[in-house]
C-alpha cells in the first residue's frame, strides 16, 4: 500500500511545507501572538473573576489561564489547519497542485500527506506557544502549573485534533472555487467553531449561564477537541472526546478526497462523449 | 482496448512501444463538445506539435493526457500502460511543463527541484546529480540558489524545462511552452527541445499555435474543434496540401472547415 516513492514523496511534501513555513515570518508570529495576546491580556484581566472549582482533569482551584492554555493549543490548531486549506486553494490557483497531481500518487495520499504536513507544522506552532507560556510562568507572570509530563502526554491528542482540524480545513477548501470567497468562510468557521466551545468557559458555567448554547457547544467536534487537550495535558485520557475527534477526522477526510476536484475554478467536469 | 501497441502488432519486436496512445478520446463540457473520437500516437525521439486555434481542444486534451480530468471515453496510455489499468502509476514516465508557471516563487531554483524530486521517488544523490546535469544543459545552474522571484520570465521557463526532465521522462509535455517569451528565448527553447528529443529519444508532445516553432521534420497534428484534421510528418502535409509553409496549411484547413460548416 505505501512504498517507497509515497514515503520519498512525503519527505517532500513536509520539506516544502517548513520551508515555506519558516520564509512566511509573519505566518510564523501571527500564530504565535494571536494565542499570547489571549493569554496575557484575557486571562490576567480575568483571573481574579474566572478562578475555577476543582472539576476533571484538575485536582485543586485552577488560576483562569490554566483554564484556558488547552483553548489556545487548540485555537492555534484552527487557525493552522484553516491556513493549510488556504494554501491549498492558493497552490491549486497558482498551478503549483497540477505539479502534485501529475506525480504518479494516488490522489488521496496526496491529500493525506498535505494534512500531515500542516499537523506537524501545527505542532511546531503549539509547542512554541507551550515553550513561551512556560517562560512566563518560569518568572512568575502566570500560574500554570503543568507537569512537565502533560508536554509530552499531549502530543498524540494534538496530533489527532490537528488532523481532524486540518481534514475540516481541507473539505472546506474542497468545496471553494475562489481564494476570495474563502475568507468569508473562515469568518463562519472559525469564529463559531471558537467561540461556540469550551474554549473559553468550561461547560458547566456554560450549562447554567444558557442551556441552549451549551447543547450548541456539545454538538462542536471542536469542545472536543479542546477537552481531549486538556485531559492530555494533566496525563488523562478523554474517551469521548478522542473517539469523536477520530470519527469528526474520518468523515471530514473522506468528504475531502471525495470533493475534490483539481480542475474545480478552471474547467467543468466534463460528461461522457 | 491494449495495453500497448506492441500488443496490437504480429511483429512486436520491430514496432517500438508508442510513448503516448490516445485512442478514440472524446470529452464533453455539458452539450458542448470539446474533443471528438480524438486518436493518435507519439514514437520516442519524435517532436510532435500539437497546432490548433484557441479553443480546438489543446488544453483539454492535455489535461485528459496529465489526468487532471478524467477520461470518460477513449483510452489513454504512456510507455504502454494506461490509465484505467495502472491508475496515477502510469503518470511515472511523463514530464510536464505548464502554460502557467508551477513553480514556488518564494523558494530558490534548488529548493523548487529538491521537492520535485522527491516527489518523483529520487533518492538525494541522484535528484543532486540530475539538477546540475538539467540546469547546466539550460545554462541555469549558475542560479540555482536564487529565488524563482527574482529570475525573469524566461529563466523561469528554463527551471521549468529543466524540473520536467529531472527524473529522466520517456514522454514530455509542453503545452504552449513559449508564450510571452522574446524571440531569441524563444528559439533556444525550442532548439533545445528538438535536439533533447533526438539525444535523448524523448517523445516529445509539444502544443503551439505559432508555425515557426514546428520543424519540416516534426510530426504534426492539427486540431479542430475538437477533431484530428491533419496527422503525419510535416513534409507529408505540406505535399499533400500542395503548400509552402505550415502556416499555409492550417490557414487553408480553417477556412476549409469553415466553409464546410457554413
Keep these: ?273 | 482496448m491494449t495495453d500497448t501497441l506492441s500488443n496490437q502488432s504480429p511483429h512486436s519486436e520491430m514496432v517500438p512501444t508508442a510513448a503516448i496512445s490516445i485512442e478514440g478520446v472524446s470529452y464533453n463540457y455539458g452539450k458542448r463538445k470539446a474533443l471528438d473520437d480524438v486518436s493518435f500516437q507519439v514514437l520516442p525521439g519524435q517532436f510532435t506539435a500539437l497546432l490548433g486555434a484557441n479553443g480546438a481542444g489543446k488544453s483539454t486534451l492535455l489535461s485528459l493526457i496529465t489526468r487532471l480530468f478524467d477520461t470518460p471515453d477513449g483510452t489513454i496510455s504512456i510507455d504502454g500502460k494506461s490509465f484505467a489499468s495502472h491508475g496515477s502509476k502510469a503518470l511515472a514516465p511523463l514530464g510536464v511543463v505548464f502554460q502557467q508557471t508551477t513553480l514556488d516563487l518564494d523558494l530558490s531554483v534548488r529548493q523548487n527541484l529538491r521537492y520535485f524530486a522527491r516527489l518523483r521517488g529520487m533518492s538525494s544523490s541522484f535528484a543532486k546529480q540530475r539538477i546540475e546535469e538539467t540546469l547546466s544543459a539550460l545554462e541555469m545552474f549558475e542560479r540555482v540558489d536564487e529565488r524563482v522571484r527574482d529570475l525573469n520570465g524566461g529563466h523561469r521557463r528554463r527551471v521549468e524545462i529543466a524540473r520536467s526532465m529531472l527524473h529522466q521522462p520517456k514522454l514530455l509535455l509542453l503545452d504552449e511552452p513559449t508564450v510571452g517569451l522574446d524571440i531569441q528565448t524563444r528559439r533556444v527553447i525550442v532548439n533545445h527541445i528538438h535536439n533533447l528529443a533526438k539525444a535523448d529519444n524523448v517523445a516529445v508532445l509539444w502544443t503551439t499555435h505559432l508555425m515557426d516553432e514546428i520543424w519540416d521534420e516534426d510530426h504534426l497534428i492539427v486540431l479542430d474543434k475538437g477533431k484530428i484534421i491533419e496527422d503525419g510528418t510535416v513534409r507529408e502535409i505540406l505535399a499533400k496540401n500542395e503548400a509552402n509553409s505550415v502556416s499555409d496549411v492550417f490557414e487553408s484547413i480553417i477556412i476549409q472547415e469553415e466553409e464546410r460548416l457554413k
Design chain 1, 1 to 273: 500500500m505505501i512504498d517507497g516513492l509515497m514515503i520519498r514523496a512525503l519527505y517532500g511534501i513536509l520539506y516544502r511545507e517548513f520551508l515555506r513555513f519558516f520564509q512566511q515570518r509573519a505566518r510564523f508570529l501571527s500564530a504565535l501572538v494571536r494565542p499570547l495576546i489571549w493569554l496575557l491580556v484575557f486571562s490576567a484581566g480575568w483571573r481574579q473573576t474566572q478562578g475555577l472549582a476543582p472539576y476533571a482533569p484538575y485536582q485543586t482551584y485552577i488560576p483562569y489561564e490554566v483554564y484556558m492554555i488547552p483553548g489556545l493549543c487548540a485555537m492555534i490548531q484552527l487557525f493552522n489547519g484553516m491556513q493549510s486549506s488556504l494554501s491549498m486553494i492558493y497552490d491549486r490557483e497558482m498551478g503549483s497542485m497540477r505539479v502534485l497531481l501529475t506525480t504518479p500518487l494516488p490522489r488521496w495520499f496526496i491529500l493525506v500527506a498535505r494534512l500531515f504536513a500542516g499537523v506537524a507544522v501545527s505542532l511546531l506552532q503549539v509547542y512554541a506557544f507551550l515553550a513561551i507560556a512556560f517562560f512566563f510562568t518560569y518568572f512568575e507572570f502566570l500560574e500554570l502549573d503543568i507537569d512537565p509530563i502533560g508536554y509530552i502526554t499531549v502530543l498524540p491528542a494534538l496530533v489527532i485534533c490537528g488532523f481532524m482540524l486540518g481534514a475540516l480545513g481541507m473539505a472546506l477548501s474542497a468545496t471553494v472555487k475562489q481564494l476570495e470567497n474563502f475568507a468569508g468562510v473562515m469568518n463562519f468557521v472559525i469564529f463559531p467553531m471558537f467561540f461556540i466551545s469550551s474554549a473559553l468557559f468550561p461547560l458547566w458555567r456554560i450549562k447554567d449561564l444558557s442551556y441552549t448554547f451549551y447543547q450548541f457547544c456539545t454538538y462542536n467536534p471542536f469542545t472536543y477537541a479542546v477537552e481531549l487537550i486538556r485531559f492530555a495535558l494533566h496525563g488523562q485520557f478523554y474517551a469521548e472526546g478522542a473517539l469523536v475527534v477520530a470519527v469528526t477526522s474520518v468523515i471530514a477526510l473522506g468528504l475531502a478526497i471525495y470533493a475534490y476536484d483539481p480542475s474545480r475554478g478552471l474547467k467543468a467536469k466534463g460528461k461522457k462523449g
